[in-house]
Structure formats: C-alpha cells, structure tokens
C-alpha cells in the first residue's frame, strides 16, 4: 500500500522536529547590549548633557623659567641730604608710603650751617640791595660816574645769587627758612612699598656719600617678567610678541602681556639672552623675586579639547562618555595630552570631531556603566 506523498513529507517533518535540541534563551532585545562599555540609560535621568566634538586651533608654547623684577626705573633708594644722627625712622618694610609722606628724621649740625649760610645771604643782599639803590640816586643826579654804578649793580646781583641759592638748600632739606629746629625731615619722593630698610634710630647717617640708603621704595604698580632664552630658541621669540606670564605663587592666574625687549648680546655661561615682559600690577599680587613661566606661542595646531568635566580618570586610565543613540551611551578610552585652558584639556586619541560628547552628568554615567 503505497502512502501518499504528502503524508509522508509531514511525517518526516515532524519527526525532525522531535530530535531538534531546546531553542536558546530568547535573544536579547534590540536595545539590549552584552558589551559593559555600552548601556542604556532611563529616560527620565535628568542632569546629563551632551555637545558635538569640535576640533579648534591649540598653541604649542615654549616655556621659558623666569623671575619677577620691579622696574628699575620706578626704584627709589631714599639717601639722607645732610649728615646726623637718625632720631626717628617711620617706615618699615612692605609698608606703603604716598609722596610727601615722612621717611624718617635726621638731627644734623649740617642744618645749622645752612640756616646760617642763609640769614648772612639774606644780610648780604639787602645791604647790597641798599647800595645798588643808593647808587642809582646818585647817579640819577650824576654825582657818581656810571661804572661806580654799575660795580653797585653787579653787587647786588651777585648777593641775591647767593641768596637764591642758600634758600634753595634749604628748601632740598625740606626746612623751613623761620625754623630754629636742627632736625631735618626725610620724605617719600614718590608713591609706592617700602622694600628695604637700613637704618634704625640712634644711627649717625652720613649724607650723600653713604654706602647704603635709609630706605628703598618700589612703584609695584608695573613689574617686569625676566626670563632666559636659549639660543636653540630664539628663532620662535620676537620683540612684540604676545607672551602669558604664570606666577608660581598663582598658578590659576594668566597675565597677558608682550615682550617688551630681549637683550643684545648672549650669555657665554649658559648659551642664554634674557627676555622681558611688562606687566601690569594693580593689586600687587606680583611680589619681586618671585617664579613665574613665560610662555610664548611657538606654533598653531588643529586639536580635539574637551572640558575636564567630561573626563573620567581612573588610575592611569581615562574615558569619556559618547552618546550613540537616544538614552545609549558607550564608554570609550582616550589618550589625554598637555592641559589646554585651566577647565580644558586636549585629547589626542579616542575622539572625532562631530562625536556626541557627554560635557555634564560624566559621573553620574560611570555609576551607571559600573553597576550594568
């Protein structure tokens, strides 16, 4: 008996079916993910952020050590006019002084000499004052021959030469021509911070001749930025050229300025020229002698930079988070290179201009990416 074809072709089917091994667990879904480095992320998570990639120009620089100095022409070193023992001294260092104000007072025989030199230039002028004007009456009258007038003209002119000058010594001592005082007044002849005392009260203070001033007195208003070039550099520094000057003690702080000047010739100890950069110093923060980098542009380059907020670190390794898709994130390393901006940093590797980068929320998704 001969089945037909179709039974036949059904029961074979059905056969197979019965040998066929138990199906896999159900294959993931569409949005499910096996790799750790992607994940899903629920809808209403709030607090991340995401921007497009973008490539900008970078500043390569070259970093030169260097040293903040006070402008040499804004340095005054305060001497004592006259010869004396130092009654009093009114400033101490970093203390800021205006113009005018008192420095420090001197007790001085020398006063006492200049006062006198003045009542015998003022004696003298009036007496020959007098004569001149006697002279004249006589000579009005021609009594007396005009070079006998003439000689009193010349007296009197050389008397009041000598008076003019016996009250500008005076006025250079800062004393008043009707005092009796012997004590001489020593004030500041600008504004500005006392860096340096040397004289303390119950000195003796020789005048001009002194090896070392009373005090010194710096505008800090405008300082410079010194710092040594080496020769194998100088080809990427000009004079002109805009410089950003970084305090040791503010490394967070950026000074803009421009080299002002490099020096003329090379050091033949260190193959080295020194460059300066004005800065200007309206707080004061920059304190002589203090460290500071120079840097200066030495090239321009196109670069990936991100905000350091979207960076994850973890030992030596770092990743940032990319979206994918909506609420699809994927962990990807990169490689970090020199710090950008003090809230950037560049990456060389692992990023492409256009990627959807997380800039806020980078922690709340390493939890996430931890715990899936």
Known sequence: MRLPRRLVLAVLL????KHRPAPAAAAPAADALDSRDEFLLPQ???GVATAPVRARQLADY????????ADPTRVVRVYPPVSGRLV???VRPADRVEQGQVLAIIASSDLA???AAYRQALADAQL???AETRARLLY???VIALRDYQQAQAEAAIAAAALQGAVARLDLLNVDTASSSDEVTIVAPRAGVVIDVSAAPGEYAKSLDNASPLCTIADLTTVWAVGDVYESDLASVRVGDSADVVASAYPTERRRGRIAAMSSTVDTTTRSLKVRVVLPNAGLHLKPDMFATIRVVRSLRSAIVVPRSAVVREGAAAYVFVQTAP???QRRAVTLGRDAEPSEIEVTSGLAPGDPLVIQGAELLRVVATSS
């Open 14 to 17: 059905l056969g197979c079916s």
């Open 44 to 46: 209403d998570v709030r």
């Open 62 to 69: 070259l970093e030169v050590t260097g040293r903040i100095q």
């Open 88 to 90: 009093a001294v009114e």
């Open 113 to 115: 000499a200049a006062r």
């Open 128 to 130: 020959k004052w007098q």
């Open 140 to 142: 009005d009258h021609q």
């Open 327 to 329: 609420s699809r994130f």
